[in-house]
């Protein structure tokens, strides 16, 4: 690379937003001895109007080097490549005239992002662009001045599908599922089964996979073998279904998610630096989730009071869960342990237990030891 490292440049009042960077060659190429990247807010989902577009770009030709990435992996709006005097106008003309505000950087809440959700799928079981909205804004503060041991996203997904990836990249995701039944439409699978609509809304139809086989293709398939035919209809044990979306994804038009939906609350992903990749970790199998969300701001804070005290300089929610323990996480959230929160019970026997669980406690005499067993 050509890129000097690091950079440290941002606009007054927030301590993140931009990403400094310089060219190492700046006689040879003067053009970009700055190129700093500004991160914008995305509204949620993406949706645009050319209005707003147009308007964005007018403003970055005069003011930046018209490049930009749509969008950065996190979710915003990357202008890509600018001055630094040119930092504090083009912020300027963002909140004054377009009504935008930068997205984050550095150690604190990141720019959060959702799936499409109710907007355009019918699978979304919370509304993931309100969530998306209202957190960002309830903590700004938080997004735009760092105040954590390191960096902390949030990812919204409408349903176990994970279109945004939640459960990988983002330290709390938040997945939608439902705790009622999958909601069967018996003339639409007959339609399925009798070839009249195709499986998977065509997704496979690029190639000849034979006639739809309900049984093959979704029965066989179900991970818990919940699902069976009688009499021509389509059963589900819903007890043992896990919401793993297969068959609602291969017959769209005949099954649909449950009514009473929620969200299910997953900690710790990260890439792999320092101690390792991880996926989040379900904690919170099940919360309902309406506006204004005071339920799960208050779990947001529970983890924010932990994390800030108690996480190491740039260790990630992920690694602070690893090293105290998921029982401890589990006290901070003051929530009871939960089967549904690991997929096997531990092997090994090294089984801390607290003192006053333990009839005696620690406190023990030997002499009264050897009292009764000599030495
Ligand atoms: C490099 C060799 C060894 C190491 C590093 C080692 C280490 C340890 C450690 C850390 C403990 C736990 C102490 C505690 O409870 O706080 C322990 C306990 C024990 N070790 Fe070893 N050990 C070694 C070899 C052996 C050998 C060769 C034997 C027997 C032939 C042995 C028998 C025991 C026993 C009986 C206990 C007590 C277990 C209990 O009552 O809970 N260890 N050892
Ligand atoms: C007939 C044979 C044996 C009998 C009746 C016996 C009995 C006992 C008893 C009563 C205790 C005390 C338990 C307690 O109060 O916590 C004990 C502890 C222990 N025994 Fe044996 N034992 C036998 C053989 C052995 C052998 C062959 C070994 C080792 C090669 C062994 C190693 C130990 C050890 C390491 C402890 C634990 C000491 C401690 O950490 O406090 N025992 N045994
Ligand atoms: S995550 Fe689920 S709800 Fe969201 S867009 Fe994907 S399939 Fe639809
Ligand atoms: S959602 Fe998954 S687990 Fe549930 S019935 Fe359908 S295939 Fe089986």
């Not at 969008?71 to 990357?78: A, L």
């Not at 079981?125 to 938080?142: A, G, N, R, V």
């Not at 000849?208 to 059963?235: N, R």
């Amino acid at each position: 690379t050509h890129w000097k490292h690091g950079g440290i440049v941002g606009v007054f009042g927030y301590g993140g937003g931009v990403i400094g960077r310089y060219s190492d060659m700046p006689e040879k190429y003067p053009s970009i001895a700055h190129f700093h990247t500004m991160r914008v807010n995305q509204p949620a989902s993406k949706f645009y109007n050319t209005d707003y577009l147009r308007s964005l770009c007018d403003l970055w030709e005069y003011r930046g080097s018209g490049l930009m990435n749509m969008h950065g992996s996190t979710g915003d709006i990357i202008f890509l490549g600018t001055f630094t005097e040119q930092l504090e106008p083009i912020f300027y003309e963002l909140t004054h005239i377009l009504q935008q505000d930068l997205g984050g950087s550095g150690s604190n809440l990141r720019t959060p992002s959702c799936c499409i959700g109710k907007a355009r799928c019918e699978w979304s079981c919370i509304d993931t662009q309100d969530m998306c909205y209202e957190l960002t804004h309830h903590y700004q503060d938080e997004l735009h001045r760092p105040a954590f041991p390191y960096k902390f996203k949030f990812k919204f997904d409408g349903c176990p599908n994970g279109c945004v990836a939640s459960i990988a990249r983002s330290d709390m995701s938040f997945i939608g599922t439902w705790r009622d039944n999958i909601r069967i439409d018996q003339e639409a699978v007959k339609a399925y089964i009798g070839g009249e609509i195709p499986p998977n809304a065509g997704a496979h139809k690029g190639r000849d996979w034979g006639k739809f086989d309900i049984q093959k293709e979704v029965i066989d398939l179900c991970p818990t073998q919940c699902m069976w035919m009688e009499d021509g209809k389509l059963k589900i044990d819903d007890k043992e279904c896990t919401r793993c979306m297969h068959c609602i994804n291969v017959m769209p038009k005949a099954l649909r998610p449950g009514l009473d939906t929620g969200v299910s609350l997953l900690f710790g992903a990260k890439a792999p630096i320092l101690e390792g990749a991880q996926m989040s970790v379900l904690t919170i199998p099940f919360m309902k989730a309406e506006p204004p969300y005071d339920n799960i701001k208050e779990i947001v804070e529970k983890v924010w009071d932990w994390w800030m005290e108690e996480g190491k300089n740039r260790e990630r929610l992920g690694e602070l869960i690893q090293r105290y323990g998921i029982p401890k996480f589990l006290e901070v959230l003051e929530i009871p342990p939960m089967p549904q929160m690991v997929k096997e019970p531990r092997s090994n026997p090294y089984i801390f237990w607290k003192e006053e669980d333990v009839p005696g406690g620690w406190q023990r005499d030997i002499n009264d030891y050897r009292s009764r067993h000599k030495r």
